[in-house]
């Protein structure tokens, strides 16, 4: 299918989207000043940007979740206004949101048709028939294997996302908005996503690309657009793009050193997890962490390194299996436990396990470690606690307007921070981090890469899950790798090698005996 | 317009010092804006007083004012309990009837010459603090909602008070025991004394002690409260221990106002006490309430109350307009933070 192309006097290409001198604020905060963006039809076009650079809040503009307050909006060369979701979807806009939303106890079907439900005409009442039958054929159109019959609740958050993207499709949109697709789901799960982004490319749908991943940037985005602090700062094709100039074009400052990994003495057994079972999830697992090393904990997602850390820390129970720190048995039942034996964690989720968003700043810092700022240990000393608050923010670098601001309104970055101070100030001996950079932005990676480091360096044993494989390649002096809840293989720095460690996360034993190129 | 040629500005700095004029006229305004939504419900009360002072003049006179906090005292009390349970983002729907049954109990042993007056308030804080450890032990160890287990204790308690009494009000009370509610302290009714001291300990309680941050972070986010090595169950316990406590001490104070106690006391001021505390901007979600606005909360509704009395305005033309001041006051309160 061929799509017309309008072409304006001057000769250029009118472009299907034209977003121009966008401004909006939030309870008198500026979000985003001024900002343009142009997408073609049939383009797959990335719009990129630190956390906090307005990606999210532009295209929620788009899709009629937020009113600009200034700025228009073109569609096709006509002025539109968007003044709701619905009104969006009219228009032939859909979003898939970073964090999918759909009504889990009704059916995969039942959820493509929410709202516009197809009824037969005499008696008024739900056509559930033609609904599955529809639902059926897209699903065949777009290769998708999920039974419409399914509880929407019982698919992973890869299907969720394509039953999503299919709803978009089958409300003919013509832009798809996608917000950090890819930050949630598996490798295999990202190939079928991009197959997919390709099949509507094809059919002359935009796709707008919101992440900060450069490899799947430059994979499967045709265009690229630069956000920072709200501001618009470049479009050009993702050809005339280098990794560098994208990143500092992002940041505004050029990162040299991603990883300052730094060479420390490897000290003595810290951590010693022997046979830690939990049926079902995880089985024997048994590894050493020592003083000032960084073990990194790689395998896919559902691979069970989450709640094997979990379990370490408490929160969840054991079948099986002991824990040792510095030597001595630890029996731990719950956070409380591992705190007191001088662990942390640092969790994946920081808005649902890190933080208490609607607190300020102040309170996540203190929270863990509330006792010492307390006399009698009850009545909290507020001067030293504000003092400590204030010097954390200072030393962390924590972009808040004050120590009381609410932790809710911080971006994603600045809230990690905001969870690396609180555990750190409680001075543990054993770290350890659940995907510490998931969803935040480079510079503030950076920023949490020099931190992972310098503990280290300072003596501190660190445990590290991570999803990433150039950070667990960038930072790690040892890494253990999981599959199906079992240790299937172990690396020392000296022998890192990205294709063995991704085998080893596949279920291949060691990887030794596969034939390697290079 | 900036233009896009701050590659040399170091991100993460603080830009306070540098800002121009024109940007610290907004950050003024921002703060102002700040201010205004944080102490709107202030300004509201004080609104509502001066417009009555003007309208009715027997209305702002010190004798009234103080007949408004004697009124509210009772709920006011219990408000002070619903802020902390609200904020640990669950509800007590069983304050009214507790508040019967702890006058009930302490009534009986309050009559004349029966026992001295420490006997009857030990009483009445202890049937309390029993239901609400009931309250709280169902709420946290079997998980249950909140609003399911209140509702039981709320026809329970009552019932428990109509079954002790044989549905009939404890009168002959002795002097020490009524002047709980009746006496002065320095020209001071004695229940706003009470009153007042519930507000300081509150207040103290959340703002002042671990146990109250405590408290919002399971009302903010009990998961991560718990990650954080709080014993979350321990914290809804006593939290619902205190309301209980604090329902016996309302149902001492009204008891010994009225000089008797009715099974059917209290009845509907649950209800009566959300108010107060969300029209002070607690919020139902958890996390989130200040003492000080449940307390203007219950101002705003007392002196509504009484003001509407001295106008003439019938009491059920006063239910319709409490009813509109709740909902207003939710959706002031959320169009000043903004829907984002």
């Not at chain 1, 608050?389 to 200072?394: L, T, V």
């Not at chain 2, 701050?6 to 804006?33: C, H, M, Q």
């Not at chain 2, 008070?161 to 020490?176: D, E, I, M, Q, W």
């Not at chain 2, 649950?270 to 101002?299: F, H, K, P, R």
Request: hydrophobic share 45%; aromatic share 6%.
């Amino acid at each position: 299918m061929t799509i017309p192309l309008s072409t304006s006097s001057t000769g250029q290409m009118e472009p299907y989207l034209r977003m121009e001198g966008i401004s909006k604020s939030f309870g008198g905060v500026p979000v985003l000043d001024d900002v343009k963006l142009q997408v073609n039809r049939g383009e797959v076009h990335a719009l990129t940007g630190e956390n906090g650079a307005g990606k999210s809040t532009l295209m929620k503009i788009l899709a009629g979740i937020h009113q600009k307050d200034e700025g228009r909006i073109y569609l096709n060369g006509n002025l539109v206004d968007i003044r709701s979701p619905r009104e969006a979807i009219r228009l032939g806009i859909s979003m898939i949101h970073q964090e999918l939303n759909p009504v889990r106890d009704m059916t995969v079907c039942q959820n493509i048709f929410l709202g516009r439900e197809p009824y037969s005409r005499l008696t008024r009442v739900v056509d559930s028939r033609k609904e599955k039958e529809q639902t059926r054929r897209l699903f065949g159109e777009m290769d998708i294997s999920v039974e419409p019959d399914e509880k929407m609740g019982n698919l992973s958050v890869a299907e969720m996302q394509m039953v999503e993207i299919a709803k978009a499709v089958s409300y003919s949109s013509n832009i798809i908005i996608m917000d950090e697709p890819t930050s949630a789901i598996t490798g295999k799960e990202v190939a079928k996503l991009f197959e997919m982004i390709s099949g509507l490319k094809a059919k002359g749908i935009a796709v707008i690309y919101i992440s900060h991943k450069m490899d799947e940037i430059f994979t499967i985005c045709d265009t690229i657009t630069v956000l920072r602090d709200g501001r618009y700062i470049d479009t050009r094709q993702a050809k005339e793009f280098d990794r560098d100039t994208l990143v500092s074009r992002m940041v505004g400052r050029e990162i040299k050193d991603l990883f300052p990994k730094s060479n420390t003495e490897r000290g003595p057994v810290t951590l010693e997890v022997e046979g830690l079972t939990q049926s079902g999830v995880f089985d024997n697992i048994s590894f050493k962490a020592h003083k000032g090393e960084v073990l990194g904990l790689s395998g896919l997602m559902g691979a069970g390194r989450s709640e094997v850390v979990e379990t370490i820390f408490g929160l969840r129970g054991s079948d099986g299996g002991t824990i040792r720190v510095n030597g001595k048995e630890a029996k731990i039942k719950s956070p409380a436990d591992a705190i007191r034996h001088g662990v942390a964690l640092i969790t994946d989720d920081r808005k649902m396990k890190g933080l208490n968003l609607t607190a300020s700043v102040r309170d996540n810092i203190s929270l863990v470690n509330l006792k010492a700022f307390s006399r009698f240990g009850q009545v909290i000393r507020l001067k030293k606690e504000n003092q400590t608050a204030d010097e954390e923010i200072k030393k962390f670098r924590i972009k808040a307007r004050d120590r009381y601001q609410p932790v809710g309104t911080l971006s994603g970055g600045t809230q990690q921070k905001v969870v690396l101070s609180k555990w750190l100030l409680n001075n543990p001996e054993i770290i350890i981090l659940d995907e510490p950079t998931r969803g935040i932005d480079v510079g503030a990676k950076a920023e949490i890469y020099g931190i992972i480091s310098r503990l280290a360096e300072t003596g501190k044993t660190i445990v590290m899950v991570s999803s990433e494989l150039p950070e667990i390649l960038g930072l790690c002096d040892r890494v253990i790798v999981l599959y199906h809840g079992r240790i299937s293989g172990e690396f020392e720095r000296k022998d890192f090698d990205q294709e063995r460690i991704i085998k080893a996360a596949m279920g291949n034993p060691d990887g030794a005996t596969i034939h390697f190129m290079n | 317009m900036e233009t896009p040629t701050d590659e040399l500005k170091v991100t993460g700095n603080d830009t306070a010092a540098v800002l121009s004029p024109a940007d610290r006229r907004i950050e003024k305004l921002r703060r102002a804006g700040r201010f205004f939504s944080k102490y709107g419900i202030y300004f509201a009360l004080v609104l509502l007083v001066a417009v009555l002072a003007v309208i009715s003049p027997p209305f702002f006179t010190a004798a009234n004012l103080i007949d408004i906090l004697r009124q509210i005292s009772v709920i006011g009390i219990l408000a002070v309990g619903q802020t902390v349970v609200i904020i640990t983002a669950g509800i007590d729907l069983s304050v009214g009837s507790i508040l019967a049954l702890s006058a009930v109990m302490a009534a009986s042993f309050a009559h004349p010459g029966q026992y001295p007056l420490i006997v009857p308030l030990m009483v009445g804080l202890g049937a309390g603090l029993v239901c609400g450890a009931l309250n709280g032990f169902l709420i946290a160890k079997s998980k249950l909602a909140p609003f399911i287990v209140t509702l039981g204790m709320m026809t329970a308690a009552r019932g428990m008070a109509l079954v002790y009494t044989s549905g009939r009000p404890v009168f002959n009370l002795s002097n020490a025991y009524d002047t709980i509610g009746t006496g002065y302290f320095a020209g001071i009714p004695l229940p706003v004394v009470i009153f007042v001291m519930v507000i300081l300990g509150g207040i103290f309680l959340l703002h002042y002690t671990r146990f109250g941050r405590y408290v919002y972070a399971v009302g903010g986010n009990e998961l991560a409260a718990k990650v954080s090595g709080i014993s979350t169950e321990k914290i809804l316990i006593y939290v619902y221990i205190l309301q209980g406590v604090l329902a016996g001490v309302a149902g001492v104070v009204l008891s010994s106002r009225v000089m008797s106690a009715s099974p059917a006391l209290g009845e509907g001021y649950e209800l009566d006490a959300i108010a107060a505390a969300v029209i002070g901007g607690t919020s139902l979600m958890g996390g989130v309430g200040t003492i000080t606005g449940t307390v203007v909360g219950a101002l705003i509704i007392g002196v509504m109350n009484n003001g509407l009395d001295m106008l003439n305005v019938s009491s059920y033309w006063q239910q319709i307009v409490k009813g509109a001041i709740i909902v207003l006051a939710v959706l002031l309160d959320k169009k000043s933070k903004g829907k984002a």
